[in-house]
C-alpha cells in the first residue's frame, strides 16, 4: 500500500482525482491481498474519498438549483417570468 503520508489530504482534490483514487482504493480492497491494518487504513480512506466525491456532488446539485431558480426568475420576451409562461393555464386570454 502507498505510504499515508505520501497522498494528497482528501480535502484538495477535485471531484475527479477523489473519485479516481477512490476507483483504486476500491480495487486494492476487492484484491484482498491487503493485511489487516493496511485494509483498515484503505477503508478509512475510501470512506473519506467517498465524503469528497458526495460533496462535490452536492455543491453542482446546489449550482444548478440556483441556476435553475434564477433562469425561471428572469422575465421572457414578453415581460412576464419563465416560470410564469410555463404554468398551467398560463395561455393567453386565461388572465
Known amino acids: ?6 497522498r494528497p489530504d482528501v480535502n484538495t482534490l477535485s471531484y475527479e482525482q ?3 483514487e ?5 480495487a486494492s480492497l476487492e484484491n484482498g491481498s491487503a493485511s489487516l491494518e493496511d485494509s483498515l487504513a484503505l477503508w478509512e480512506r475510501g ?4 465524503d469528497r466525491c458526495q460533496g462535490w456532488l452536492d ?5 444548478l438549483a440556483a441556476a435553475g ?3 425561471a426568475a428572469e422575465p421572457d420576451a414578453n ?10 393555464g398560463a395561455e393567453e386570454g386565461d388572465q
Do not use: F, N, Y
Open 18 to 20: 477523489a473519485r479516481d
Open 22 to 26: 477512490l476507483i483504486q482504493v476500491v
Open 1 to 6: 500500500m502507498t505510504d499515508p503520508t505520501r
Open 47 to 50: 470512506e473519506a474519498l467517498a
Open 59 to 63: 455543491a453542482a446539485k446546489e449550482r
Open 69 to 71: 431558480a434564477d433562469h
Open 79 to 88: 415581460g412576464t417570468d419563465a416560470a410564469q409562461s410555463s404554468a398551467p
